[in-house]
Each structure stands twice: as structure tokens, then as C-alpha cells.
């Protein structure tokens, strides 16, 4: 077992990501996991991210505050505990249209499928 304490997550800049606090919570660490790994993103009211899509698939789970999910002009919100897959070069944009503070889980595969040396 791996265990990192939240104290000791490192913070890290995502591209195209405004009004974001990324903080790294497993990953790219010695013992941590092999395939992907986990961002806690922390956005303030009118913070976001894109439009853009990445060659691989991010899986997003909301823990506090909502986000609107926009894909093909749909737009769909996400409150506490609903999570969304984005699948390989999909075009999205996320943004907290909120006032309140939006603090989600991400999960990203590693480029390549596994931990870069």
C-alpha cells in the first residue's frame, strides 16, 4: 500500500485551466500507482478549463460545488458526487458558473499508459 498524506500533495499547473489550484494527489511518486494518476482541483467562481480535448480519456468526480460540463454546446452540471468519463480527443470545456468554490477529483491515465520513469 501507498499512502501520501494530503499535507504533503504537490501542487501543479494544468494547460488551459484559469482560476485553477491543482494539487497532485497520487502519481509520478516511487510505490504510487502504475496506470494513472489523481489531481484534486480546486476552482473558484468563473474558473475553468478549455475548450480543448487530450488524446486520452479524464474521468471527473465533484466532491463540493458544481461544474457545467460543456461537449457539442450541451452543456451539463455536475453537483456533489456526480462524476463524468471524457473519452480520447473529445472537446470539452469546464466551468464553475457558480459563487461557490468547486473542488473535484481528477483521474488521468499517465501518457503512454504507465508512470514515466
Known amino acids: 500500500m501507498h ?38 482541483s480546486q476552482f473558484l467562481p468563473g474558473g ?29 452540471v455536475l453537483g456533489p458526487m456526480d462524476s463524468c468519463t471524457i473519452p480520447p480527443d473529445e472537446i470539452r470545456k469546464i466551468e464553475n458558473r457558480s459563487n461557490h468554490i468547486c473542488k473535484m477529483l481528477v483521474v488521468i491515465p499517465y501518457p503512454g499508459g504507465q508512470r514515466p520513469e
Open 3 to 40: 499512502v501520501k498524506r494530503f499535507s504533503d500533495a504537490q501542487p501543479y499547473e494544468a494547460p488551459n485551466h484559469f482560476d485553477c489550484h491543482g494539487l497532485r494527489l497520487q502519481g509520478f511518486e516511487d510505490g504510487g500507482p502504475e496506470n494513472q494518476w489523481v489531481g484534486f
Open 48 to 76: 475553468g478549463a478549455g475548450p480543448d480535448a487530450t488524446p486520452f480519456e479524464k474521468v471527473y468526480v465533484v466532491l463540493e460545488g458544481e461544474m457545467t460540463v460543456t461537449v457539442d454546446g450541451q452543456d451539463t
